[in-house]
Nanobody, 126 residues
Framework: QVQLVESGGGLVQTGDSLRLSCAAA????????MAWFRQAPGKEHEFVAA????????YYADSVKGRVTISRDNAKNSVYLQVGSLKPEDTAVYYC???????????????????WGQGTQVTVSS
């Protein structure tokens, strides 16, 4: 099993940037494919980005492509999400999620991930 803890959220203004972090405790981090999802009030989990175990491939939702970069540092047991040009519609709780071994073809489906962090709130004011 792996335990995930997100950090880096906060209240920002439109156009600002944020770097979210997700630290993994226990487990062998390098054996997990990782992803970021977000959930706005009253909505379901929305896929944001995913990254393979070795970091050699990344995937992004069309809604954030060009503004978001997912990366990982297996030596630090961490995955990151850099979000730029923030908009009010980016307001949500951001979660990191893990799935052991391979990133599935349906990497955008939250049901494919076994482990989740508690989330970090990002609020973008207009």
């Amino acid at each position: 099993q792996v335990q995930l803890v997100e950090s880096g959220g906060g209240l920002v203004q439109t156009g600002d940037s944020l770097r979210l972090s997700c630290a993994a405790a226990s487990g062998t981090f390098s054996t997990y494919a990782m992803a970021w999802f977000r959930q706005a009030p009253g909505k379901e989990h929305e896929f944001v980005a995913a990254i393979r175990r070795r970091g050699d491939m990344t995937y992004y939702a069309d809604s954030v492509k060009g503004r978001v970069t997912i990366s990982r540092d297996n030596a630090k047991n961490s995955v990151y999400l850099q979000v730029g040009s923030l908009k009010p519609e980016d307001t949500a709780v951001y979660y990191c999620a893990a799935r052991q071994m391979y990133l599935p073809a349906v990497y955008f489906n939250p049901d494919e991930y076994n482990y989740w962090g508690q989330g970090t709130q990002v609020t973008v004011s207009s």
